[in-house]
């Protein structure tokens, strides 16, 4: 999907529940209280990613909720100024809205996939550089890996729930024509791709993920599973507000068109 990439904006929070996008008027899965006592760090970000998903008509939705992080070389200084688990964190707020398990599989690549971890709320400060010291060599950049790896996942769960997946990445795939590939067959399951490009905003590395995120319905995929927005060389300074409505604004139309085509059936 294409959408604005600018990082200017706050979100206005509304008023009373809406019926959402995701199934319905309901409470988030995990409540204020219970996050307040399981994981107080991450009560802003909890309550940033609510005002965004109320904004978007999600307020009481469902769904999980995946991260795929870029493990690559070039990565190294994101993963050593905390930059990558200032993501987790926000995903990590996120997911307590749309998902009650408390946890979110996270996916990390390079070359292949370097590991399949998840990141609870008790517990997720630090949890990024625990994972990563115990991972060796930083690699290249192979989408498709990490692409089947939270396909299998998605499957090997059984859940009926919709998906969104927040995908990480500094730099382009090593092979194209398997990123594209897999993206499109994936078009069939309810996963949504929600590419998030870390590094300089004009750099030629992301040329792939903006022609990946305009291939054509129906030619190419069965409905648009895929929006890409750019956080910038600091990501940390994206506001968070405005970093929630990037990762959460193209779902509804996906959900829309993936409940149209019988792909998403909750």
Known sequence: MTGTTDTTGTPRATGGATRSGTGGARGSAIDLRKLEATAPGLVNLYKSAGISLRKHGLEGGRASVYLVLDHSGSMRPYYRDGTVQALADRVLGLSAH?????????????????????????????????????????????????????????????????????????????NKTAAERYLCKAARLPLFWQFVGFGETHSSQFDFLRRLDELPVPERRVVDNAGYFHAGPDPRRVPDSVLFDRLVGEFPSWLASARAAGIVRT
Do not use: N, W
């Open 98 to 174: 749309l998902d009650d398990d408390g946890r979110v599989p996270v996916v990390f690549f390079s070359t292949d996939v370097d590991a399949v971890e998840e990141i609870p709320l008790a517990g997720h400060q630090g949890r990024i550089a625990e994972i990563a010291s115990r991972l060796g060599h930083m690699g290249k950049t192979a989408y498709h890996a990490a692409m089947d790896a939270v396909i299998d996942h998605h499957l090997d769960s059984g859940s009926a729930k919709p998906a969104l997946v927040v995908f990480q990445t500094d730099g382009g795939p090593v």
